[in-house]
């Protein structure tokens, strides 16, 4: 007899490229306004400050290749990004050891219900509503680090039915992968499977059903994935 009172919860569990096995999901971190004209884009001073976080469930991450659009909005958003895959964790991580905890990366898209999300800035309450919905961050294979190396620079691009909407370079990130795994683990416990979506460049704009969204990363390659 089982020793849980209902039905286990499906691990989640993303393709890695070249290889039968799978990445499990434990936690997902993402990391807000993270390239200064983004920043500048959402209305804020682009300045280093102290870097903050939200997120999302494991559930969340879909390598489907559709994202459907959600109810209850009329403005979702697209946000391209590349997501840093965790194979071991810890507190007070130095920052000269961090890059020691990647397994891989990813492209990853950071769909946001804008709409909701700019309703819930106002009001001074979480971003849940906005960001945390089904199927709200569209991911690729996961590559790792031994074929992709670390990533620290190269072109991060956004097509929306073949034209250019967002497009960046990762060295502009403000907050550098190291320092986003160093951060993090002094609030939190990180371990293996955690997920960080580490931001994404100007030019986030609208989609609707019937877009195609195409992401490219240097170093990863590209992903397609369709509004239905």
């Not at 903050?52 to 459907?68: A, R």
């Not at 620290?152 to 909407?165: E, M, S, Y």
Request: aromatic share 8%; hydrophobic share 40%.
């Amino acid at each position: 007899m089982s020793q849980f009172a209902i039905e286990t919860p499906t691990v989640v569990a993303l393709p890695i490229a070249g290889s039968q096995a799978m990445f499990p999901v434990r936690r997902v971190y993402c990391i807000g306004r993270n390239y200064a004209a983004h920043a500048i884009e959402m209305g804020h001073d682009p300045d280093r400050e102290p870097p903050f976080f939200f997120q999302k469930n494991p559930n969340n991450l879909d390598p489907s290749g559709e994202f459907p659009y959600p109810l209850h909005t009329s403005d979702v958003h697209h946000e391209a990004e590349v997501a840093v895959m965790l194979k071991s964790g810890g507190t007070d991580i130095p920052l000269d050891r961090a890059l020691e905890h990647v397994f891989g990366y990813a492209p990853a898209l950071d769909m946001t219900r804008r709409d909701l999300q700019g309703e819930m800035k106002k009001m001074g309450r979480p971003w849940e509503i906005g960001k945390a919905f089904e199927r709200s961050a569209p991911v690729g294979p996961v590559r790792p680090v031994a074929e992709t190396g670390h990533l620290d620079q190269g072109a991060i691009t956004l097509k929306v039915n073949g034209a250019l909407r967002q497009e960046g370079d990762l060295n502009q990130m403000i907050w550098k992968v190291p320092e986003m795994i160093s951060y993090l683990s002094e609030y939190f416990e990180l371990a293996a499977g955690d997920v960080i979506l580490s931001g994404t460049p100007a030019g986030v704009g609208p989609v609707v059903k019937g877009d195609t969204m195409e992401i490219a990363v240097e170093g990863l390659g590209r992903m397609t994935v369709s509004v239905v």
